[in-house]
């Protein structure tokens, strides 16, 4: 069955997932824009005026970092992240049902029954199971689905700002060393010092950013607790430190938590 409407298109029989927000879509562009960049300054500016093992080693692992950060942002923004199956009702047919004793919790956008821990996106125009927050950066919800997908993306983004921060210091290290002489062996000089700066500046912005939300991330999982019943301060019984990371990453903990291939439980 294939489900469409104007702000997503979604196949629910094979799982794909795209949110059509124009907002979103800008940012994820941007994101991958910024990945590029990073890469074209350490492959341009900072490798081939010491190119070494060790500097090809650092090349290899800063593209791993990236490739790794654009698969799981690909990943976060292309899974369902845990869409309520839509179950129409009245609000006089809940009234009716409460009166009776049932606990029914009811959204009114979407005219449906939701279960516990659901809530409302209003730009995905879909009540979220376990919604943390809807994401501009990855165009998509963040929850139960693909909350993995999200904390790899934070993950390697914030690995990726460091490894790159450490590469640029490198390079300005061996450059003063050498009186700045053969620092511009591809780009004009002004042009490698201006690009190098504006990498470094988004290193240190990214870097805090995405460790940050990473933290958050972490913390949500620990807490079992997402941001949306932060704020609400929604009570209820809470799942221990390890079931709420095998629920999350999946069961039992081993080095696929850190692989944005192996999807979540």
């Not at 994820?28 to 900072?46: K, M, R, S």
């Amino acid at each position: 069955m294939i489900q469409e409407d104007s702000k997503m298109s979604k196949t629910a029989e094979s799982g794909k997932w795209f949110v059509c927000d124009p907002c979103g879509i800008t940012c994820a562009v941007i994101t991958y824009i910024l990945v590029l960049y990073g890469e074209f300054v350490v492959l341009f500016i900072l490798a081939p005026p010491f190119l070494t093992i060790g500097t090809l080693i650092n090349v290899v692992v800063f593209t791993t970092l990236g490739f790794l950060a654009v698969v799981s942002h690909l990943k976060a923004m292309c899974t369902d992240p845990g869409v309520v199956i839509h179950e129409s009702a009245s609000e006089e047919d809940v009234l009716k049902r409460r009166q009776k004793g049932e606990d029914i919790k009811y959204c009114k956008k979407c005219r449906s029954i939701k279960p516990e821990r659901a809530h409302h996106c209003s730009t995905c125009e879909r009540c979220i199971h376990k919604m943390d927050h809807h994401c501009p950066w990855v165009n998509n919800c963040v929850g139960e689905k693909n909350q993995k997908f999200f904390v790899l993306f934070t993950f390697y983004i914030m690995l990726l700002s460091i490894y790159g921060l450490l590469m640029a210091a490198w390079f300005f290290f061996n450059c003063v060393q050498q009186n700045f002489e053969g620092c511009d062996s591809i780009l004009p000089g002004p042009l490698v010092f201006i690009l190098t700066i504006f990498g470094v500046f988004e290193g240190l912005l990214f870097s805090l950013f995405t460790c940050i939300m990473f933290c958050t991330q972490i913390q949500s999982i620990a807490t079992d607790e997402t941001g949306i019943e932060s704020l609400k301060k929604e009570t209820r019984l809470k799942k221990s430190l390890r079931e709420s990371f095998t629920d999350v990453c999946g069961a039992p903990p081993s080095l696929k938590w850190l692989s944005p291939f192996t999807p979540p439980p």
